[in-house]
């Protein structure tokens, strides 16, 4: 078995090279995948055939006033509507039904049974639908972690995230524009957790962020059928240009132990990593007893030593 794939090493450069199945994901950057079988969804889920198949089912939704979407301010509002009453909604410019406003946006990602203890899967969630769609078999049953299936009015524009797990993003119906930022440009990305301050990274405010200047960003358009491979820390930026139906499948691809337990989302820092940043809060509030001038020292020793010792020098 073959597929093309679509190698983005740029804004808006593209290569494709025709490979074996076998050779991914040993890639670290993001890959496009084109011609992959994901059965008749990119046929089948148009918005009467979801309304009619997925049902009255209640679904948690953000309903946004505005078109850029920010979780660390939270410009938006949890609702909850019937699944076939959001995706009627979801496909509408104007609504004669609304929370906040005629135009407002909606965006559905799915969730667990309990948010708080089971993982999202369109399999379990959405029966009736599970039929229509083939997961990409790039990863072993047992490492699969959740499949969570997204629903975007036209123009919504998702914050600047990264998940810790390897994940695909299959667009099943509808067009999208991703933008994505390696991990190693993390210091320009003003973040706060796992998300970016930068909310319009196509006219940044330089003023306000200076270093976003310097991340490089990797850009693609995704239609229907397009599956984006997108690894673990890549950060990444999603704007739907039409009213669009994905799904994302998330795999670990680390050994089960070094992910934390209570993670339904896939976003929560490796149990390795969240204690060592708690080792550190606890270094810096002992470097705070010291006078500024010895504190301002010791402190860029430790960041000289951080870099000594736990840099990569395996990157580009």
């Known amino acids: 078995m073959h597929m093309w794939l679509c190698v983005y090493f740029g804004v808006g450069a593209c290569e494709r090279v025709y490979t074996h199945l076998h050779v991914f994901p040993s890639s670290r950057k993001p890959l496009v995948l084109e011609g992959i079988d994901l059965g008749a ?4 889920w148009t918005v009467d055939y979801l309304s009619q198949i997925g049902g009255s089912k209640e679904v948690k939704i953000h309903v946004a006033a ?45 969730l667990g049974e309990d948010p ?22 790039f990863f072993k049953e047992e490492q699969f972690f959740s499949s969570v299936f997204r629903i975007s009015s036209p123009g919504l524009q998702l914050w600047t995230h ?16 991703v933008v994505l930022f ?7 990305l003003y973040l ?27 850009e693609c358009s995704l239609k229907a059928g397009d599956v984006l491979f997108i690894p673990a820390l890549w950060f990444h930026n999603v704007i739907s240009e039409e009213f669009g139906v994905g799904v994302n ?19 929560k820092d490796l149990t390795a990593a969240s204690r060592a940043v708690q080792i550190l809060d606890r270094a810096l509030k002992t470097l705070a007893e010291l006078p500024e001038e ?9 960041v000289l030593h951080i870099q000594d010792k736990a840099y990569s020098k395996n990157f580009e």
């Open 162 to 177: 990264y998940d810790v797990m390897d994940n695909f993003l299959i667009q099943v119906t509808g067009k999208k524009r």
């Open 116 to 137: 708080r203890k089971d993982v999202a899967d369109i399999r379990k969630q959405f029966p009736l639908l599970e039929g229509d769609i083939k997961f990409p078999k």
């Open 66 to 110: 505005v078109a850029q979407m920010d979780f660390i301010s939270k410009n938006f509002v949890y609702r909850t509507l019937p699944f076939d009453k959001l995706v009627q909604r979801a496909a509408e410019e104007k609504h004669t039904e609304f929370f906040i406003s005629e135009d407002e946006k909606y965006y559905l990602r799915s």
């Open 294 to 302: 010895y504190r301002d020292f010791y402190a860029r020793r430790m």
């Open 192 to 218: 706060s957790g796992s998300k970016s301050e930068v909310l319009n990274i196509d006219n940044p405010d330089l003023a306000k962020y200076p270093l976003f200047s310097k991340a490089r960003r990797y």
């Open 249 to 267: 499948v998330f795999w670990k691809h680390l050994p089960s132990e070094c992910y934390d337990k209570t993670d339904t989302y896939g976003n």
């Open 41 to 44: 969804c990119t046929s089948k």
């Open 182 to 188: 390696s991990p190693r440009d993390a210091q320009y």
